[in-house]
């Protein structure tokens, strides 16, 4: 047993060497391309062109798209530790697309609620909803039934999809910008300030210390509910602590990003598969590895048809996808 247990602190230990090594490559990567290229060289000094356009522009935008990133990984583990099914993420269980229907009353109807703050509110509200009408989905079918589960999340996305179309269409008129909510639904980093970058950073942290807390009892879960309950782990009521946690994630992904998919699918999968099945020791790098996945995927936005930009969504989308069905298939064999 010794033995396992260290070689398992080496792996973990080479992983963390990687995951930093991916996560400084794809910062780098992200700070030097675009519209223009900035070679680290010239990120550097004051009164230059290329430091103005890293400093003002692409550090923020960097930070975003890891923000949005460790967002949608966090998410994606809780939600397939709650769902008990690797196939869980945030974008096919109808979370976010809860949380694109609160964010677009938001933007479509300021007059009802004028608070700076409705986005992330609203949108927190819409993903909260959702993946409890998730469970609820499970809880009246008589019991915890992943494809069921999944199913369920599957249609209620295609329903809110619609409700959001709908509201578009309904509320939508000449002084709103379509294109630029039509954009934002399609996947899209905003660029924050500094003071809401001061912001975004320790709510980060403050997810990570959650799902971690949260760790011990998403594996009590994954054994059953009555080992879980053996365990001292009260099923309703975790599970209810634990996507209230996840729907909070998924809503500040959501509302920095858009609608990204498969985020929440491809990395805690991959980081399970390297690290282990404990979620308390996942949680940290799937964050470093969501944030430097959507690092990446936002460059490659900004870049590849220069000076316009991809819609993050439609890359994500196109990794995910071939990526999902992998796994179906895979488990189906």
Same mark, same amino acid.
């Given at each position: 047993?010794?033995?396992?247990?260290?070689?398992?602190?080496?792996?973990?230990?080479?992983?963390?060497?990687?995951?930093?090594?991916?996560?400084?490559?794809?910062?780098?990567?992200?700070?030097?391309?675009?519209?223009?290229?900035?070679?680290?060289?010239?990120?550097?000094?004051?009164?230059?062109?290329?430091?103005?356009?890293?400093?003002?522009?692409?550090?923020?935008?960097?930070?975003?798209?890891?923000?949005?990133?460790?967002?949608?990984?966090?998410?994606?583990?809780?939600?397939?530790?709650?769902?008990?099914?690797?196939?869980?993420?945030?974008?096919?269980?109808?979370?976010?697309?809860?949380?694109?229907?609160?964010?677009?009353?938001?933007?479509?109807?300021?007059?009802?609620?004028?608070?700076?703050?409705?986005?992330?509110?609203?949108?927190?509200?819409?993903?909260?909803?959702?993946?409890?009408? !998730? /469970?609820? &989905?499970?809880?009246?079918?008589?019991?915890?039934? =992943?494809?069921?589960? %999944?199913?369920?999340? *599957? @249609? #209620?996305?295609?329903?809110?999809?619609?409700?959001?179309?709908?509201?578009?269409?309904?509320?939508?008129?000449?002084?709103?910008?379509?294109?630029?909510?039509?954009?934002?639904?399609?996947?899209?980093?905003?660029?924050?300030?500094?003071?809401?970058?001061?912001?975004?950073?320790?709510?980060?942290?403050?997810?990570?210390?959650?799902?971690?807390?949260?760790?011990?009892?998403?594996?009590?879960?994954?054994?059953?509910?009555?080992?879980?309950?053996?365990?001292?782990?009260?099923?309703?009521?975790?599970?209810?602590?634990? !996507? /209230?946690? &996840?729907?909070?994630?998924?809503?500040?992904?959501? =509302?920095?990003?858009? %609608?990204?998919?498969? *985020? @929440? #699918?491809?990395?805690?999968?991959?980081?399970?598969?390297?690290?282990?099945?404990?979620?308390?020791?996942?949680?940290?790098?799937?964050?470093?590895?969501?944030?430097?996945?959507?690092?990446?995927?936002?460059?490659?936005?900004?870049?590849?048809?220069?000076?316009?930009?991809?819609?993050?969504?439609?890359?994500?989308?196109?990794?995910?996808?071939?990526?999902?069905?992998?796994?179906?298939?895979?488990?189906?064999?």
């Amino acid at each position: 047993m010794r033995r396992a247990t260290d070689g398992r602190r080496a792996s973990t230990t080479t992983v963390w060497l990687v995951l930093l090594l991916l996560l400084a490559a794809a910062v780098v990567l992200a700070l030097s391309v675009g519209a223009a290229t900035v070679w680290p060289t010239q990120w550097w000094g004051t009164g230059t062109l290329q430091a103005e356009l890293v400093r003002v522009w692409r550090a923020p935008r960097v930070a975003g798209a890891f923000f949005v990133g460790a967002c949608l990984s966090l998410a994606g583990l809780v939600f397939q530790g709650v769902f008990r099914n690797p196939l869980a993420e945030p974008y096919l269980l109808g979370s976010a697309s809860g949380a694109a229907v609160g964010a677009a009353v938001s933007l479509l109807l300021p007059a009802l609620v004028p608070t700076a703050l409705s986005l992330p509110v609203l949108a927190f509200a819409g993903a909260w909803g959702a993946s409890w009408l !998730v /469970l609820l &989905a499970g809880r009246l079918g008589g019991g915890w039934q =992943s494809n069921r589960l %999944l199913l369920a999340g *599957v @249609g #209620l996305a295609a329903i809110l999809a619609a409700l959001r179309s709908l509201i578009v269409i309904v509320f939508g008129d000449e002084s709103t910008n379509l294109r630029a909510i039509i954009s934002w639904q399609l996947g899209g980093v905003q660029t924050p300030t500094s003071a809401e970058i001061a912001v975004l950073a320790p709510v980060l942290l403050v997810l990570v210390l959650l799902v971690r807390a949260l760790g011990r009892g998403l594996d009590a879960l994954g054994l059953g509910e009555d080992t879980a309950h053996a365990m001292g782990v009260r099923a309703a009521s975790f599970s209810a602590r634990a !996507v /209230l946690v &996840a729907s909070l994630a998924t809503a500040l992904a959501v =509302s920095w990003g858009g %609608l990204i998919g498969f *985020v @929440g #699918l491809i990395v805690p999968h991959v980081m399970r598969w390297w690290i282990g099945p404990l979620h308390a020791r996942l949680t940290v790098p799937c964050a470093i590895a969501g944030g430097a996945l959507m690092v990446l995927v936002d460059a490659l936005a900004r870049s590849a048809m220069a000076p316009s930009e991809i819609p993050a969504g439609l890359l994500t989308a196109l990794i995910g996808g071939p990526f999902f069905l992998a796994l179906l298939l895979w488990r189906r064999g």
